[in-house]
Nanobody
């Protein structure tokens, strides 16, 4: 599986961005898809995940109510809608695919190249 993330950019606090992650391969629907982020000097952290076909989701506490993860299996794409952005959301955002659900980045098998999100105050 190859993943291509896009949609990052510079936005003011309170603004919105939508990240996309396009996947190659015919088995996209069998993977758990996750978004992680890494700020300078910090470890990579879990943001959100969406499960297989029926789309159950999980979010890190600081993004609950502001971010929404979704997937379109027909388009082999996962999205992260980010609203009410805060300066502390600034990071490189990575999409990932794995065979099972986890909040640990080490469990995911495939990674996109990352897209920069910068939120100005």
């Amino acid at each position: 599986v190859q993943l291509q993330a896009s949609g990052g950019g510079l936005v003011q606090a309170g603004g919105s961005l939508r990240l996309s992650c396009a996947a190659s391969g015919r088995t996209f629907s069998s993977y758990v898809m996750g978004w992680f982020r890494q700020a300078p000097g910090k470890e990579r952290e879990f943001v959100a995940a969406v499960m297989y076909r029926f789309g159950s989701t999980d979010y890190e506490d600081s993004v609950k109510g502001r971010f929404t993860i979704s997937r379109d299996n027909a388009k082999n794409t996962v999205y992260l809608q980010m609203n009410s952005l805060k300066p502390e959301d600034t990071a490189v955002y990575y999409c990932a695919a794995g065979g099972k659900y986890s909040r640990s980045w080490a469990v995911y098998d495939y990674w996109g190249q990352g897209t920069q999100v910068t939120v100005s105050s």
